[in-house]
């Protein structure tokens, strides 16, 4: 109750604030702070009109349609009109459609970049650029920008733009072909972020999730860059417009297909779904501060659940939904030639659509059953016969084969087992940044080995056991970087609390004291232990870095509990632990580093 009353105190204070330096406003200013003031109080808002940004349309190079951010007899909002087109290089040029007004300013866009939009600025007398260039909108939800907004208001030319959602709108006065800054408008929120206790849950948790996840899934696949962060900093700084009933979000083709489609997006995602555990927890409690009257539950699901609803692909056909079935059931049966059959039927299928045309292949489709080992000695068998084939010697697009996915993945067992595939070892990865590959910036390759994959993100066992396979640790990539270059990047051995708590043998309990199944498999199994005790020290320096650190404590029993329930009905609760600790380590590696 307490904190109730002094947030209310602090809204009242803040409130009083915005009011009184609203008064000290010129009336241009003052006006749009009460549009935005209207716009924030709205459940209907969504991220234009909270940014008080227009949108605008460029349709056949000739037209220029530009929705004002909101209509008001003394405002005038500038419209385009098509002067000129040039095709080398190519530029379309804008005049205003009121001739009476803005006379001397011209409207020119020279370019388009697809994460950022149109490029355009402003001209004056003598092709003089005001405030340089500008972009619109792209998918990126911080480069949205109003730049359009040319307006007048009092007789007087007017520019005003901002750098985000929940940013100040700056108000540009347009004077003799001059621009100058005459105030800044602050969004009526009464929430700071990191002082409320969300700082390690928003910085981590909705930020890096939905932008910084690289690989098949994040970055270089995923939707999460604007419509969803804009969503979630939207409810938490303004949740009491949002405590409307949300609706379960119903089940995407696309998004499935992403959970079984190769070993990095699988651990990807499970990821992504234990920050949104661990967010849970930080929004409940926030929430509740906020006010008592609130839906806490609700309003958390509403962030969380949202973010698997939106997912940007396609729905999938009748054929894609029983393929995915199939490799889903195939899966479950540990069912060798099933699981082969329906990988190549899926990554010949025509039912699924693919980011940048980076299609799957059989080398992503069978590295998720590196946690089955009746399944991999099965194809090591087949591999051994006389099959012209083997499909595990197959890699992807970007060269990457099942030893260098299982060393990515820390995956001792399966890399001992691949091993036993000698042209596995010192094969290398395609050098994506010599050419101009699909997704070749996001997904740099350099031409790295298993060992080198290894040294990245795996254990000291796991690197062990390459390097006895011979392999030589001098080797290089198109970079110049070796082994030791690598060792340098993974978390386990360049700190030294790390190294030291690492280096103990066994997991993070007592073994002798062991009650449950899963403490007892964790005890009995060695890439177990070391999972357990990798965790454990990630749990311990994010609850020492968290603003609220009971909330961290109150998920991870969660976590423990659930997965105990969950792999103590499995068939193979070795498989079982492996991924969800797996899943729950990547978690907290997006925390913590």
Known sequence: MKNTFLLIALIVLIGQTSIAYAGSQLPVCQAITQELNKVYSSAQADSYSLRMASKANLKDDSQLIVQAPFVRDDFVWTRWSLDSAETSPKSLNFSSSDKSKNEDLRLQINGFEWWRGLIYK?????????QGSFHNAGPFGWLHSSFWNVFHFEDQAYVMATSGLYRPISVYLLDNSQSKEVCQVEPPISVDVKN?????????GLRYFMTDIKGHFGSAGSPYYSKNHDLMLDIIYRPTVHTEEFESSKEVDSFLYLAQSDAWSVRELGAAKNIASINRSYLEGYFRD??????ANNLAS????????????????EIGRSQLKQLANALSNDDSDSIVKSCQAIIRSKSFDYYHDNKRSMADCLSIVLDKPTVLDDLITECSGSTPN???????AFGKNLLMYAAHMNNSKAVSTLLKIPE???????????????????????????????AENSSQRTIQLILDAGVDPNVKDSMGNNYFSYMDKNWRFNSSKARAYLSQSGPSFNCELATSTREKAICS????????????????????????????????????????????????????????YRERIRAFEFIVL
């Open 390 to 396: 083997c499909s595990l010697s197959e890699v992807n």
């Open 424 to 454: 596995l070892i010192n094969a290398r990865t395609i050098n994506t940044a010599r050419f101009d590959f699909p997704l070749a910036e996001n997904m740099v390759t350099y031409g790295r080995t298993a060992l080198m994959y290894a």
């Open 302 to 317: 509403l962030v969380l659940d949202k973010v698997y609803s939106d997912y940007d692909r396609k729905q999938l056909d």
């Open 525 to 580: 199994d060695e890439m177990l232990s070391e999972y357990d005790r990798e965790l454990s020290y990630l749990y311990s320096e994010s609850y020492d870095q968290s603003p609220n650190s009971q909330a961290l404590k109150t998920d991870q029993i969660r976590w423990l509990r659930n997965i105990d329930q969950l792999c103590s009905v499995k068939p193979n609760i070795v498989e079982c632990i492996s991924r969800e």
């Open 122 to 130: 402003y001209l004056v007398d003598n092709d003089k650029a005001l």
């Open 196 to 204: 409320a206790g969300l700082d390690l849950a928003y910085r981590h």
């Open 290 to 295: 906020v006010s008592r009257q609130l839906d």
